[in-house]
T-cell receptor, first 111, second 113 residues
Framework: QQQVKQSPQSLIVQKGGIPIINCAYE??????FPWYQQFPGKGPALLIA???DVSEKKEGRFTISFNKSAKQFSLHIMDSQPGDSATYFC??????????WGAGTKLIIKP | EAGVTQFPSHSVIEKGQTVTLRCDPI?????LYWYRRVMGKEIKFLLH????????ESGMPNNRFLAERTGGTYSTLKVQPAELEDSGVYFC???????????FGQGTRLTVV
């Protein structure tokens, strides 16, 4: 019940395309759903986060879509750029503490 | 302002040896966390310090792992004796308050051979 399942494991998209990364969770007590971006040799950095009272949140080119009934959330990157190439992690928690992480998606944006 | 720094960035040791990882959090951050990512899998919580006190060590895998945070500043994570399954990337993160954004270090890649 504590798992967060993330897919796909890897993704290659042409520049300008819209990569979509999906996550599913099991614990209905979770109320905080962040996405982290990690570049090679760096630690994960918070990208965008959502709480279950909204179905969508947008920050710049990054959008989280949240489906509470399906217990799923996804990250969309609009107008993707080669600089967006990184590993993306979804996570979930109750109260932004003790995050339960997905396994990560390695995203490559081809120029 | 300096971010979270971890030392070393990479360590290769033989099974049975001891390794100590160090984390320097952002100055003024009372909360310090250790996480681990085993090859290609999810990042897992290991433990949480508030100042020098262990608030939650429910994620520590076994008693071969010992974390300390003397004086509430930097923290060390010792693995003794190391086993092959301990290989992975160990991340440290710090935050001002519990529940606020945690900032991660670059990680220490531990390889046990």
């Amino acid at each position: 019940q504590q798992q967060v399942k993330q897919s796909p494991q890897s993704l290659i998209v042409q520049k300008g395309g819209i990569p979509i990364i999906n996550c599913a969770y099991e614990n209905t007590a979770f109320d905080y759903f962040p996405w982290y971006q990690q570049f090679p040799g760096k630690g994960p950095a918070l990208l965008i986060a959502i709480r279950p009272d909204v179905s969508e949140k947008k920050e710049g080119r990054f959008t989280i879509s949240f489906n509470k009934s399906a217990k799923q959330f996804s990250l969309h990157i609009m107008d993707s750029q080669p600089g967006d190439s990184a590993t993306y992690f979804c996570a979930a928690s109750k109260g932004n503490y003790q995050l339960i992480w997905g396994a990560g998606t390695k995203l490559i944006i081809k120029p | 302002e300096a971010g979270v720094t971890q030392f070393p960035s990479h360590s290769v040791i033989e099974k049975g040896q001891t390794v100590t990882l160090r984390c320097d959090p952002i100055s003024g951050h009372d909360n310090l966390y250790w996480y681990r990512r085993v090859m290609g899998k999810e990042i897992k919580f290991l433990l949480h310090f508030v100042k020098e006190s262990k608030q939650d060590e429910s994620g520590m895998p076994n008693n071969r792992f010992l974390a300390e945070r003397t004086g509430g500043t930097y923290s060390t994570l010792k693995v003794q004796p190391a086993e092959l399954e301990d290989s992975g990337v160990y991340f440290c993160a710090s935050s001002q308050n519990r529940g606020t954004e945690a900032f991660f270090g670059q990680g220490t890649r531990l390889t046990v051979v």
